[in-house]
């Protein structure tokens, strides 16, 4: 019963590398969310999905870009790493709006 | 804009005091959720209230949304080491259900 996964736990990167982070969910659930989080700020909505092919912005999206070509998966790509993307970043899904969100156990990501 | 202020940030009580969590916003929610989370993992959901005025009780945890569906509290009855943990709240606004805004979080300790 796996649920939502991410990968990986741990990255450090350098300025003006690029990575994708990686999220995975087996529940079925059309409804998926990237948040980051830093100290004092709680979690903040960078992108999200309402299906297979959808995604929008949320309240921080740039610097990331998203795509969701399957219900499964909706990976995160940094296009040109900074120091301010240095955070824990969350991803999570549900089945329909108003229905718990599922969280995994976030990619801890330190940009030198 | 933080657009759910949670106050107080921090507070450390002994192990069998009472203590409230508020949750504040000028903008009204659909739908308000309360999350706990611990240290390296995803926040897991506590509840979810979704009509003006209701209230909610999870063993000794009561949540309350307020009649205007701007606020929301969270009351912990004789707190335990195991409440410890970071609690967040997160709304669906108002004809924006696909998204969650969390709010800025709660951190407690209790003490035995």
């Known amino acids: 019963n796996a649920g939502v996964t991410q990968t990986p736990k741990f990255q450090v990167l350098k300025t003006g590398q690029s990575m994708t982070l990686q999220c995975a969910q087996d529940?079925?659930?059309?409804?998926m969310s990237w948040y980051r989080q830093d100290p004092g700020m709680g979690l903040r909505l960078i992108h999200y999905?309402?299906?297979?092919?959808?995604?929008d912005q949320g309240e921080v999206p740039n610097g990331y870009n998203v795509s969701r070509s399957t219900t499964e998966d909706f990976p995160l790509r940094l296009l040109s790493a900074a120091p301010s993307q240095t955070s824990v970043y969350f991803c999570a899904s549900r089945r329909k709006p108003n229905q718990p969100q599922h969280f995994g156990d976030g990619t801890r990501l330190s940009i030198l | 804009t933080q657009l759910l202020e949670q106050s107080p940030q921090f507070l450390s009580i002994q192990e069998g005091e009472n203590l409230t969590v508020y949750c504040n916003s000028s903008s009204v929610f659909s739908s308000l959720q309360w999350y706990r989370q611990e240290p390296g993992e995803g926040p897991v959901l506590l509840v979810t209230?979704?009509?003006?005025?209701e209230v909610k009780k999870l063993k000794r945890l009561t949540f309350q949304f307020g009649d205007a569906r701007k606020d929301s509290s969270l009351h912990i009855t004789a707190a335990q080491p195991g409440d410890t943990g970071l609690y967040l709240c997160a709304g669906a606004l108002w004809g924006e259900t696909y998204k969650y805004i969390f709010g800025t979080g709660t951190r407690l300790k209790v003490l035995a």
């Open positions: 999905s309402v299906g297979a092919g959808i995604t």
């Open positions: 209230v979704v009509t003006g005025g």
């Open positions: 529940m079925n659930h059309e409804y």
